[in-house]
């Protein structure tokens, strides 16, 4: 068992470290873009818009966008860390030696969504640390706040891996970004309460999951929320569960995995 098992715990360190190590590396590209782009949206949204809009549910426009925000920086960069690394692997081939290696594909799966999961992780730290700068941040319920996040993570980690299996040029890999994650996340209750729509699109915007990952977590930090926690937190386990079997399978498979 341990002559199984040690191998594979070497392969997932040097996958996880090579990861972390990538982005780390070219941190003006991934981490400060981020950044930058969250004070922008602090001082626009929440300072000069945000005064004008008065109180959402109790509190401050720039207290209750901050949750959201935070969940936005971790859907994007969870899910472009992991889509960009896969296809890299893909398009210069080394996925092949990992595939013909004696290598476990939940070694390969867990070291790349480990990547994305970091990288989100660490973005978000970076934005509720500048958030503190201008609003006062306290959290209502840790436990709550840290599941939802990493499964949020994980969840949007794993997406990325199979838009990369089945990307096939890296203009794919900006697709399902551009024109799917980017509408359901502005429209998943990131600067706005659900129940200021009509009733028709209150129960419409129920099919977006990304509502449910950010009124989660916006329960965590607020103590407030537009959604049932108990049915978005089971929402996403089941989610995470379903994307890692899916993906086990599409690397078992060896599809879309050669160019």
């Known amino acids: ?16 470290h090579r990861e972390i190590r990538r ?16 004070v922008l949206y602090f001082v626009i949204f929440g300072n000069l ?3 004008r809009i008065g109180e959402m549910d109790g509190f401050s426009y720039m207290e209750y ?4 925000l935070i969940m936005m920086s971790v859907i994007t960069n969870s899910y472009s860390n992991v889509v960009s690394s896969f296809f890299s692997s893909k398009f210069q081939r080394s996925i092949e030696e990992l595939l013909v290696s004696p290598v476990s594909p939940h070694v390969i799966l867990i070291g790349f969504a480990l990547g994305g999961i970091t990288r989100g992780l660490a973005v978000a730290l970076i934005v509720t640390l500048l958030s503190m700068f201008f609003t ?7 436990g709550i706040t840290l ?5 949020t993570s994980t969840i949007f980690a794993l997406g990325g891996f199979i838009n990369a299996v089945f990307a096939r040029n890296f203009d794919d890999i900006s697709i399902i970004p551009t024109f799917v994650l980017t509408p359901l996340t502005y429209l998943g209750g990131v600067f706005y309460s659900i129940n200021l729509l009509s009733p028709f699109w209150q129960t419409l915007s129920l099919a977006n999951p990304i509502l449910h990952m950010v009124n ?9 929320s537009d ?8 929402f996403m386990v089941v989610a995470a569960i379903v994307m890692y079997l899916w993906c086990i399978r599409l690397l078992n498979s060896g599809r879309g995995m050669r160019q």
């Open 1 to 16: 068992m341990n002559a199984e098992f040690r191998p594979n715990l070497v392969a997932l360190q040097t996958i996880v």
């Open 23 to 38: 982005y780390t590396r070219i941190w003006p590209q991934t981490l400060l873009p981020p950044a930058i782009t969250m």
């Open 49 to 51: 818009i945000g005064a």
């Open 65 to 68: 966008i901050v949750p959201g």
């Open 136 to 142: 006062d941040l306290q959290v209502h319920h840790l």
């Open 147 to 151: 599941l939802v996040i990493t499964l």
């Open 216 to 224: 989660a977590f916006r329960y965590g930090i607020l103590g407030v």
């Open 227 to 234: 959604i049932q926690i108990g049915i978005a937190i089971t």
